[in-house]
């Protein structure tokens, strides 16, 4: 590049060519400033740019997340009258969608009206991937194949990295066999999209079989690997994939050390996590970020070691944040240790944390200590600060759709079928000798009530729901958007058993799979 500046700075009237070369030239080269000067210096030499100007000055714009200054070149592509060009209009959709403007990204799509060429699906489809909005990016997949567009690679990897957000396994089964069919072979970033996806929905297994088919890994697919293990709590399974790695010799990255030691906190393997931190500071000479210090506090917490985790958010190099602190919280809950649990409260408090599970997890301490006066305050705080609680959802895909439940849910068309199944389930529950644990119900009211208000919440709901339209020995997957509580973990089992059902539970934090009664955490979680 410092030659080709040279030899550009001893043109006397460079024209739009040169600039474009220029420009293209420092995009690629991961200098977005510089494409963007020499943009600048175009117009100020008054040298007119042309539609191969913009896509790649607008991708200089993308790279460096400015909105303002993609707008502004929008602006002046539409004075020179460029704006209807395809490749220009492509760029904007991707520019503002890397920048998080997807009002602007989407209309931008539709303003291309029939002249929509395949990247311009992909370039929308990626933008809703990459700002989290899974179900837009599926919506927007099925509308492209219904109007008869043949997906490319690129579209099909941000669908199935919705579809492993959405935990849509069905979507994403059937986008591995379109993959199967249309590409011949796949790419690493393809085939590391699949894995992710199976490992996010639940098919831990068939992850792994493409993982070992794979000729060609790098650093992600490892990392995802691994990641995914974690989430399943196979730990050892994790760690194994991390040594191979290692024999490989890749490198390990930053992302690669906090899925090995969430895989450690998962299966409760403290030693080895204490090992892995060390391994990563001392052999690798990797600076511990805030993700890899939260995941020591939750490994340590887990563990019990409640003072250890404390002592070492003390001596932390970078300052905690409201994750510290929730980790420790969390732990002292399972643990009950209220003295460790009260200071975590007030530096949650102190950081302004909006977060109304912060309050209700001390809340619910008290409450299951019968402080009801210490419960109530809290709850009364919870008020006083206007905060609200996000409901708890269980969402459950029945024959490729999506459907979502709350507690105590009537919205649903087959919710009287829903209750009857529900009534049919805890009639058996019933006669097997299950009866609910009402101690974890942080309510002042009677057994009978507290029965009550967990008879019918979002999880049972969707598990009603999903045995209901479900044929015999067909698997279950609930995606839950809360920590499974013991009283649900205790009655999906007894159900795995008495309806012979495999069923697996996303909930916040890892996977549940339950089989004739057992859960594959081993009660540990």
């Known amino acids: 590049m410092d030659y080709a500046r040279l030899i550009f700075d001893d043109i006397d009237q460079p024209c739009a060519y040169d600039f474009n070369t220029m420009i293209r030239a420092h995009v690629k080269d991961c200098d977005p400033d510089a494409a963007v000067r020499y943009y600048k210096e175009m117009l100020e030499r008054d040298t007119l740019p042309n539609n191969f100007t913009y896509p790649f000055v607008l991708k200089a714009c993308a790279q460096l997340l400015g909105e303002k200054e993609g707008a502004q070149i929008h602006g002046q592509a539409i004075k020179f009258g460029l704006e209807t060009d395809i490749y220009i209009q492509n760029s904007l959709i991707n520019m503002y969608g890397k920048c998080g403007e997807m009002k602007s990204s989407s209309k931008v799509f539709d303003l291309a009206g029939t002249n929509k060429t395949i990247a311009s699906w992909s370039a929308l489809l990626a933008a809703y991937a990459r700002n989290g909005q899974w179900n837009e990016c599926l919506n927007l997949f099925m509308t492209m194949n219904n109007e008869g567009w043949r997906a490319d690679e690129t579209s099909m990897v941000s669908a199935l990295t919705s579809c492993s957000h959405a935990g849509a396994f069905d979507l994403g089964r059937s986008i591995h066999c379109s993959l199967l069919r249309n590409i011949s072979e796949p790419d690493i970033t393809s085939q590391t999209a699949l894995i992710d996806m199976y490992c996010n929905c639940g098919r831990l297994e068939k992850g792994l079989d493409i993982f070992e088919r794979m000729k060609i890994k790098n650093v992600w697919t490892y990392s995802v690997m691994i990641s995914g293990l974690a989430m399943h709590g196979d730990g050892e399974g994790a760690l194994q994939i991390y040594s191979r790695m290692l024999k490989q010799g890749l490198e390990p990255n930053e992302v690669v050390y906090v899925g090995v030691l969430n895989a450690c906190s998962h299966a409760g393997l403290l030693k080895e996590g204490l090992q892995c931190f060390d391994r990563m500071r001392f052999e690798h000479r990797i600076k511990p970020t805030l993700l890899h210090y939260n995941c020591m506090v939750d490994l340590m917490g887990r563990a019990g070691k409640l003072e250890e985790a404390h002592k070492l958010i003390k001596e932390m190099q970078v300052e905690p944040d409201e994750v510290t602190w929730r980790c420790l919280l969390s732990a002292c809950k399972v643990h009950g240790n209220f003295e460790l649990a009260e200071i975590a409260h007030r530096k949650l408090l ?22 009801w006066e210490d419960a109530a305050k809290i709850r009364k705080d919870i008020a006083n600060r206007g905060l609200s609680q996000a409901p708890g959802i269980s969402r459950v895909e029945v024959k490729g759709k999506m459907h979502t439940f709350v507690s105590h849910d009537w919205s649903h068309p087959q919710s009287y079928e829903v209750y009857e199944m529900l009534y049919q389930m805890e009639w058996q529950l019933r006669f097997e000798g299950y009866s609910p644990d009402v101690s974890q119900v942080p309510a002042n009211v009677d057994d009978k009530e507290k029965r009550q208000m967990l008879s019918a919440n979002s999880h049972k709901l969707a598990l009603a729901f999903a045995l209901l339209n479900t044929g015999n020995g067909s698997k279950i997957l609930i995606v839950s958007n809360i920590r499974m509580s013991r009283e649900c973990h205790e009655y999906t089992a007894l159900i795995s058993q008495i309806f012979n059902r495999e069923i697996s ?21």
Do not use: E, P
């Open 505 to 525: 539970v996303k909930d916040r934090q890892r996977f549940h799979h339950f089989k004739q009664g057992q859960c594959s955490c081993r009660g540990y979680w």
């Open 350 to 371: 102190k950081l302004n944390s909006q977060n109304t599970g912060d309050c209700i997890s001390l809340s619910n301490m008290y409450a299951q200590a019968k402080r």
